[in-house]
Nanobody, 114 residues
Framework: QVQLVESGGGLVQPGGSLRLSCAAS????????MGWFRQAPGKEREFVAR????????YYADSVKGRFTISRNNDKNTVYLKMNSLRPEDTAVYYC???????WGQGTQVTVSS
């Protein structure tokens, strides 16, 4: 059973940046897709971004397109989410995931507030 561990969350002011990391307990060379979801208080979990194993193909939610960048380093078994121009509405718990089969990390809190 693969384990995914997120890190890098925290409190940041509007307009600021953060980089989230997701470290896998196995080699991610064999993982087709990895990505991120987020869940704000009182809302459903929503898709943020995903990346293929080669890193050649990425896909973003419209709400983060142009501000967030997903990348992966297969040698380090890690996926990253660089978040720029953060807004208060980006506040949420961010979850890393993999497919297939689907597995989730425990989440990391991101709070955007002045």
């Amino acid at each position: 059973q693969v384990q995914l561990v997120e890190s890098g969350g925290g409190l940041v002011q509007p307009g600021g940046s953060l980089r989230l990391s997701c470290a896998a307990s196995i080699s991610i060379y064999s993982i087709d897709l990895m990505g991120w979801f987020r869940q704000a208080p009182g809302k459903e979990r929503e898709f943020v971004a995903r990346i293929t194993w080669s890193g050649d193909y990425t896909y973003y939610a419209d709400s983060v397109k142009g501000r967030f960048t997903i990348s992966r380093n297969n040698d380090k078994n890690t996926v990253y989410l660089k978040m720029n121009s953060l807004r208060p509405e980006d506040t949420a718990v961010y979850y890393c995931y993999k497919d297939p089969p689907r597995a989730w990390g425990q989440g990391t809190q991101v709070t955007v507030s002045s």
